[in-house]
């Protein structure tokens, strides 16, 4: 069974803060795919970043970076220097073998930016 | 730019109604999900479909049905709604390929069931 672990339920820091959201995953698939969305306040859940299994190498997206890590089965979202407008829910989510369609959510983390 | 469309941002239902919640992505794509998000749940999968009426179970499908006639368009169903059925209910679509695809969301329904 496949399984995503956000331990973090709600994250409140002060703007220009780093911060970083963990996530734990459990699969026996040996070809899987990580993702993370990002649900504003609007509702809509914004597609943030996929990787799959083979491709350990870390990923940066200006303010955005992420942390995959197989040994630990880890794959975490770190932002730099937070905005007010970074302030929603963030959930990663799974995926396993080729051609399986279906996602695994975890249960989201609200991150909440202050002034 | 690519548009997955849900029938209603809010609705308000009496127990026992029938209700029913549309879909409609104009991405061609032929994979359709219906999910609902509670607090402290996250997302969980309802009903999917990879085809025109194709169905299948997610991992709460009790007390739902879906109907997907037209491949663009994917209903859900509540045939007797129930309070515990109050929530968010989001749509999402995704190419049908042979890699991991990334869904593609609606606005979400919020229903609440009185």
């Known amino acids: 069974a496949q399984k995503v672990t956000q331990a973090q339920t709600e994250i409140s820091v002060v703007e220009k803060e780093d911060v970083t959201l963990d996530c734990v995953y459990e699969?026996?698939?040996?070809?899987?795919?990580l993702f993370w969305y990002k649900q504003p306040p609007s509702g809509e859940l914004v597609f943030l970043i996929r990787?799959?299994?083979?491709?350990?190498q870390n990923e940066i997206s200006g303010r955005y970076s992420w942390n995959f890590q197989k040994s630990t089965s880890s794959f975490n979202f770190t932002i730099t220097a937070s905005q007010v407008v970074d302030s929603a829910v963030y959930f990663c989510?799974?995926?396993?073998?080729?051609?399986?369609?279906?996602?695994?959510f975890g249960q989201g983390t609200r991150l909440t930016i202050n002034p | 730019d690519v548009k997955v469309t849900q029938s209603s941002r809010y609705l308000v239902k009496r127990t026992g109604e029938k209700v029913f919640l549309e879909c409609v992505q104009d991405?061609?794509?032929?994979?359709m999900f219906w999910y609902r998000q509670d607090p402290g749940l996250g997302l969980r999968l309802i009903y999917f479909?990879?085809?025109?009426?194709?169905?299948e179970k997610g991992d709460i499908p009790e007390g739902y049905s879906v109907s997907r006639e037209k491949k663009e368009r994917f209903s859900l169903i509540l045939e007797s709604a129930s309070t515990n059925q109050t929530s968010m209910y989001l749509c999402?679509?995704?190419?049908?390929?042979?890699?991991?695809?990334?869904?593609?969301f609606g606005p979400g329904t919020r229903l609440t069931v009185l």
């Open positions: 990787r799959n299994s083979f491709d350990e």
């Open positions: 989510a799974l995926s396993g073998r080729p051609g399986a369609q279906k996602l695994v």
């Open positions: 699969t026996r698939d040996t070809t899987y795919y």
């Open positions: 999402a679509s995704s190419p049908r390929t042979s890699a991991g695809n990334e869904q593609f």
């Open positions: 991405m061609d794509h032929e994979n």
């Open positions: 479909s990879y085809d025109v009426k194709m169905k």
